[in-house]
């Protein structure tokens, strides 16, 4: 249970990590600066690479959370799990699941907002083309 909580916790960093390059894209979208906006698709990326890795890393801990858990469903819901942990992995589980549906709606936000300004020789990465 503490793995899967500190797994957590990265994701959580590494989907604010990708956040932030795609808020950058986002400004240099807005400001015209064209010549810096392969870097930024190229971070944008690397950043979707490591925030895919990391959630099969997630889905691995989280079945064997549920078959501790007696989840007879090999592939249980962060929710799922929270709902049959004890304290304070209830709070921690629902806290976390909570944070990631907030973060992935958020980078939803901002990649729209770059579909609309982007031109269409942009970089699919930078304007959410690439979601995790």
Known sequence: MERLAEHLSAEQRLLETLLFRLVEAHHLLVAGETRFLA???DEVGAAVEEVRRAE???AAHVQAVGARLGLADGNPTLAELAERSPE???SILDGHRRSLADLLAEIDE???LNRELAADDV???LVGGARP
């Open 39 to 41: 870097w930024a698709a």
């Open 56 to 58: 099969l890393l997630r």
């Open 88 to 90: 304070p992995y209830r």
């Open 110 to 112: 901002v990649g729209a």
């Open 123 to 125: 970089p699919s990465a």
